[in-house]
């Protein structure tokens, strides 16, 4: 007994769903269009109810999505990088108070520096050694620098 050919009617069935799927996903491009939400292949997909490959596959909704996906992407990723004036005003205040902050220890730093070298110019003046605590710095400097921790 053979088997009766159905492939003619399997063939048919397949270009029916696809025909269905094309159907759902201009569908879908018109429907997200309408609602002005992002047209991207994600969003087709999801609304349209197939599968993200199978639309990389058809050229039509390929072309379609790739001419309609420029519309909204930039306009909302930009939206979303765009720091707001008041982030911005803070940002601006923080960089302005570390830089004072750095300013002020700068300047004592310097008046330090000034004190040590005043302090060895009097010592090599007056002919004495000079009195070092770590080879750094002399022990009257030490005793006195804010910033050591170990100062005797």
């Known amino acids: ?3 009766a050919d159905n492939s003619a009617y399997l063939a048919q069935a397949n270009a029916r769903r696809h ?11 018109e429907q997200l269009q309408r609602e002005g939400q992002v047209i991207n292949y994600t969003t087709v997909a999801r609304t349209a109810g197939v ?9 039509q909704i390929r072309d379609l999505i790739s001419q309609l996906r420029p519309q909204h992407a930039p306009a909302a990723a930009l ?16 960089a ?7 300013r002020a ?20 003046a007056a002919g004495q050694p000079a009195d070092h605590d770590d080879g ?16 005797p």
């Open 79 to 94: 939206a979303a990088q765009r720091p707001s004036t008041d982030s911005l005003r803070q940002r601006l205040d923080t």
């Open 51 to 59: 599968s993200r490959p199978w639309l990389y596959r058809q050229h």
């Open 136 to 151: 750094h710095l002399p022990k009257a400097a030490a005793a006195t620098c804010p910033h050591r921790k170990n100062a």
């Open 105 to 124: 220890e700068n300047r004592s730093l310097r008046d330090q520096i000034a004190r040590q070298l005043g302090l060895q110019r009097a010592q090599h």
């Open 96 to 102: 302005r108070a570390e830089i004072t902050r750095l």
């Open 1 to 3: 007994m053979n088997r």
């Open 19 to 29: 025909e269905a799927a094309l159907a759902a996903a201009l569908h879908a491009i």
